[in-house]
Structures are given as C-alpha cells and as structure tokens.
C-alpha cells in the first residue's frame, strides 16, 4: 500500500529537549516536505526536499533541521524546542513530474511544554 | 508570493442539501494548480479535487464540483447532497506550474463544515 509513514503521532516533551519526527515513504518519489498546521493559518510549509541530498526552506523554517541522506526518509529535527513550535506537523511526498499532488502522512501532534 | 483566502471560518449544512465553500487566491503566475483538501476529525489530508488553471472547464468528482473564475480568481466547492461524512476541515490549496520549483503548496485557512442530520 503506498503511504506516508509519520512517528511518532503524539509527543509531549518540555522545552529544549532535541526531538525528531521521522517521515518514510515507499513509493518512490523525489519531493517531500513538511507543513505544520495552526488554527486559521491553514497549513504552512517548513522545508522542502527535491531529492536526495537537495533540501530547502519554505516560509517558516526558523528553529527546524531536516535532512535527506535516503529518497525514502525526510525526518524534521527540533534543535531546541520552544512552546511556538506547539503544532501539529505533516510529511507529505509527490513525485517530481507532472506536477502530481501530493500524498500526506497522517500528521504529528508536539506539544511543547 | 501567492496567498489564498479562506473567508468562511464556519459553516453548517443539513442533510442533503448543497454548500458552496468559499476561496479566493492572489498570484502573478499564468499557470498553476489548485486543490481542495479535506480533513476529518482523524486528521487524514485527503485530495477532494483538483484544477488546472490552463483548463477553462471545472473539475467535477462525485458530488464535489467547483466554480473555477480565473480572472476573478476564485475557486470555490460545492458538494451537493451533503451527507454526514462530510464534516471536516476543508482547505483550499494553490501550487505553482514551474519546472524544478518543487510542488510546494500553499494553503488557505481551512473552513469547518458541519453536516446536521
């Protein structure tokens, strides 16, 4: 079945304290990225990936670290957490050609206390 | 830059009936996509529909169609005979037609769309 794999799902954690979310995908494809979703802000854009070892920002990349050392994996590092980046997060992967819409993993909720 | 506008934060329907969900977008680019998502109480980002802006008729899946006015920039849902599985966040989504730009989205503020029986 061809899925975006987020973990963990939940996670409360206090401030400081690195953390990384991990984002797997089997089906091959170059882009991924990750959101993180606030209340009447809709879905905002962290990082994006085009490929292996090609990583860039998206309009609200301050505090997060991403790399992409596999197609496969994209996984989202939070360096120092703060109570601001309380959110819930998505992966998301599309392949490169023809502009396809992306597939979404089923989300992350951090809480930062 | 784009940006979308969601400007309906709430809205309620019966049973049955037909809603029409509100977006409006603003972009220089010519070509570009643009999508409504929906997300039930399980958080699941699921595809409803999908626009291409070079395509002048709208898209239409099922019970869900749109009302795509370039010009006006306006890209509005309608689902018809509305049925409880509905109730979700829906949210309105633009993505750029530009080779190696990567397929980032940019999305509105959501609407919750609450289906009464």
């Known amino acids: 079945e061809a899925q975006v794999t987020q973990n963990p799902r939940y996670l409360i954690t206090v401030t400081g304290k690195k953390l990384t979310v991990t984002c797997s995908q089997n089906m091959n494809h170059e882009y991924m990225s990750w959101y993180r979703q606030d209340p009447g802000l809709g879905l905002r854009q962290i990082y994006y990936?085009?490929?292996?070892?090609?990583?860039d920002k998206g309009d609200v990349p301050e505090g997060y670290k991403v790399s992409r050392k596999e197609k496969r994996n994209f996984p989202l590092i939070l360096e120092s957490p703060s109570p601001n980046q309380t959110s819930l997060y998505f992966c998301?992967?599309?392949?490169?050609?023809?502009?396809?819409?992306?597939?979404f993993g089923d989300g992350t909720r951090l809480s930062i206390l | 830059a784009q940006t979308v506008t969601q400007s309906q934060p709430e809205m309620s329907v019966q049973e049955a009936e037909t809603v029409t969900l509100s977006c409006t977008y603003d972009t220089s680019e010519s070509n570009y996509y643009l999508f409504w998502y929906k997300q039930p109480p399980s958080r699941q980002m699921i595809l409803v529909i999908r626009?291409?802006?070079?395509?002048?008729q709208n898209a239409t899946e099922n019970r869900f169609s749109v009302n795509f006015q370039k010009a006006a920039k306006s890209f509005s849902l309608k689902i018809s005979d509305s049925q409880l599985g509905d109730t979700a966040m829906y949210f309105c989504?633009?993505?750029?037609?530009?080779?190696?730009?990567?397929?980032?989205?940019?999305f509105g503020g959501g609407t919750r769309l609450m289906v009464k029986p």
């Open positions: 998301a992967s599309s392949s490169q050609t023809g502009n396809q819409p992306q597939h």
């Open positions: 990936s085009m490929n292996v070892e090609v990583t």
């Open positions: 989504a633009f993505m750029k037609e530009r080779e190696n730009a990567g397929n980032m989205l940019t």
């Open positions: 626009q291409e802006a070079y395509k002048q």
